[in-house]
């Protein structure tokens, strides 16, 4: 009977891994944040980092971070056949994507960036988890453009925005 379930199991799982890869839709809608004053909480798929004149930019995409039993609410109630199958969100996380908009936020010269996973020689094999890692804005930004060995827009980002600036960008590691 174990067997039967593992034969399932995995075909069950790369299913739900494709459904959560999004692609590009040519009807991407844009959209550029404003200042409220506030700060504000976010999860977003990074697009772009751009610098223009010394100010910097980051487009992206929001999305929903669900974590533990959330995560495991939620999964169940989009996907009750896979969670039926399998239990609970695979890996304790889950994503929700239902917006292709994607909005341009300024990000403060000082802003704090926080790594866990990125390539920092090159090389595949070194590829390695450094948990909360600190970097400068303008090497997120060098590292950003690498897509060699790790593409950092597969990541998703929690940022902290104050006053209409991104204050803080938190690489979530997703195993």
Same mark, same amino acid.
């Given at each position: 009977? @174990?067997? /039967?379930?593992?034969?399932?199991?995995?075909?069950?799982?790369?299913?739900?891994?494709?459904?959560?890869?999004?692609?590009?839709? $040519?009807?991407?809608?844009?959209?550029?944040?404003?200042?409220?004053?506030? $700060?504000?909480?976010?999860?977003?798929?990074?697009?772009?980092?751009?610098?223009?004149?010394?100010? $910097?930019?980051?487009?992206?995409?929001?999305?929903?971070?669900?974590?533990?039993?959330?995560?495991?609410?939620?999964?169940?109630?989009?996907?009750?056949?896979?969670?039926?199958?399998?239990?609970?969100?695979?890996?304790?996380?889950?994503?929700? /994507?239902?917006?292709?908009?994607?909005? !341009?936020?300024?990000?403060?010269?000082?802003?704090?960036? !926080?790594?866990?996973?990125?390539?920092? $020689?090159?090389? @595949?094999?070194?590829?390695?988890?450094?948990? /909360?890692?600190?970097?400068?804005?303008?090497?997120?930004?060098?590292?950003?453009?690498?897509?060699?060995?790790?593409?950092?827009?597969?990541?998703?980002?929690?940022?902290?925005?104050?006053?209409?600036?991104?204050?803080?960008?938190?690489?979530?590691?997703?195993?």
């Amino acid at each position: 009977m @174990l067997k /039967n379930k593992n034969v399932y199991l995995l075909p069950v799982l790369v299913l739900l891994f494709l459904s959560l890869v999004t692609t590009a839709s $040519t009807t991407i809608k844009t959209a550029d944040a404003k200042s409220e004053g506030s $700060t504000q909480h976010l999860t977003v798929y990074i697009h772009s980092l751009e610098n223009h004149n010394g100010q $910097t930019t980051l487009t992206g995409d929001e999305i929903e971070w669900y974590e533990g039993a959330a995560a495991d609410a939620v999964f169940a109630q989009r996907e009750p056949e896979s969670a039926a199958e399998i239990g609970g969100a695979p890996d304790g996380y889950y994503i929700v /994507n239902d917006s292709d908009t994607l909005t !341009t936020y300024t990000v403060a010269p000082d802003a704090k960036v !926080t790594m866990q996973i990125y390539d920092r $020689t090159g090389k @595949l094999e070194d590829l390695d988890i450094n948990w /909360n890692e600190s970097l400068t804005l303008k090497q997120f930004i060098h590292e950003f453009a690498k897509t060699d060995v790790f593409d950092l827009s597969g990541s998703p980002y929690h940022l902290t925005i104050k006053d209409g600036q991104i204050v803080s960008i938190v690489q979530q590691y997703t195993p």
